[in-house]
């Protein structure tokens, strides 16, 4: 069975400061995916950012990256220049398929940003 | 570019009634998946289809819950029995059968509540 791990329930940075959100997990797959979810209050989940295990270079979107340490299982999410709209219930998940073709996901990080 | 849409967006009942939801998933998306999510959790699989087929079903999957895709585009998801355990946000995610087929875009949810 796979699992992801997030180990921070919640965050807090202030504006426009640098925060990285923690993950780690588990899968006897070689080839696999993982991804960064956000969660805004009662609105709906958004893709953040995705790595596919078999790149070596980490991910990159605007002010998100990760920093992707394989050996280590290690898939932690970077955020610079926090912003108030990035508030939010962060998810790590994972794609692993080998017949398990749903995300398995983390139990979420909540971040807060203080102005 | 419509997103996934989901009806209703609140759902309360009463013990033992049954509810159906209903997914739309992104046009032309050939993946669906059902995930449920409960308060200060990640989201959990439940079941997932290829076009009309349905390819895959977790053990949350009591045999009260039943999902059906008929012409492979919408997906209704129905629960039989209502317990106030199935309590809980229902979440709809879809995506391509080819490149970046990983990648799932979520609805924004039922919210079911079972008095």
């Known amino acids: 069975a796979q699992t992801v791990t997030q180990s921070q329930p919640e965050m807090s940075v202030q504006e426009a400061e640098t925060v990285t959100l923690s993950c780690t997990y588990d899968t006897s797959e070689s080839d696999y995916y993982l991804f960064w979810y956000k969660q805004p209050p009662s609105r709906q989940m958004i893709l953040v950012i995705r790595?596919?295990?078999?790149?070596?270079q980490n991910a990159t979107e605007n002010r998100f990256s990760v920093n992707f340490q394989k050996a280590a299982k290690s898939f932690s999410l970077k955020i610079s220049d926090s912003q108030l709209g990035d508030a939010a219930m962060y998810f790590c998940?994972?794609?692993?398929?080998?017949?398990?073709?749903?995300?398995?996901f983390g139990k979420g990080t909540h971040l807060i940003i203080q102005p | 570019d419509t997103g996934v849409s989901q009806n209703p967006r609140h759902k309360i009942t009463k013990r033992g009634q049954n509810v159906t939801f209903r997914c739309d998933p992104i046009?032309?998306?050939?993946?669906l998946y059902w995930y449920r999510q409960t308060l200060g959790q990640g989201p959990e699989f439940l079941t997932y289809f290829q076009n009309e087929a349905q390819l895959e079903k977790s053990r949350l999957l009591s045999d009260r819950f039943s999902a059906e895709r008929p012409k492979g585009s919408f997906s209704t998801l129905e629960i039989q029995r209502t317990e106030q355990g199935d309590s809980a946000m229902y979440l709809c995610a879809s995506s391509p059968s080819t490149v970046f087929r990983e990648t799932q875009y979520f609805g924004p949810g039922t919210r079911l509540l079972v008095l």
């Open positions: 998940a994972l794609y692993s398929g080998g017949g398990a073709d749903g995300l398995t």
């Open positions: 790595q596919e295990a078999y790149k070596q």
């Open positions: 046009s032309e998306h050939n993946r």
